[in-house]
Nanobody, 115 residues
């Protein structure tokens, strides 16, 4: 079992930045994949970024060059640094972990990009 707790999102102006964090209830050394997904009303949850144990990262095309995912193994925490935010980045962001074949999700945190 893995519990994931995301930081509070917020309201950001277009072009602004925000960092999300996700704290895991167990050592992330043992968690194969961690990442972030997002969802807007009426749409399916979509991948934003993932990071595996070795540090290899993967990003959705829509966020490449703007978002950076990282992990701090000592703090059992994964981060999503979001820069140059756009209104279309507005969504509920979910932390994700895949551990021994099971998927785990955080409760979600809302990010709103608006002037």
């Amino acid at each position: 079992q893995v519990q994931l707790v995301e930081s509070v999102g917020g309201l950001v102006q277009p072009g602004g930045s925000l960092r999300l964090s996700c704290a895991a209830s167990r050592s992330i050394f043992s968690i194969n994949i961690m990442g972030w997904y997002r969802q807007t009303p009426g749409k399916e949850r979509e991948l934003v970024a993932t990071i595996i144990i070795g540090g290899l990262t993967n990003y959705a095309d829509s966020v490449k060059g703007r978002f950076t995912i990282s992990r701090d193994n000592a703090k059992n925490t994964v981060y999503l640094q979001m820069n140059s935010l756009k209104p279309e980045d507005t969504a509920v962001y979910y932390c994700y972990a895949r551990y021994y074949g099971s998927n785990y999700w955080g409760q979600g945190t809302t990010v709103t990009v608006s002037s």
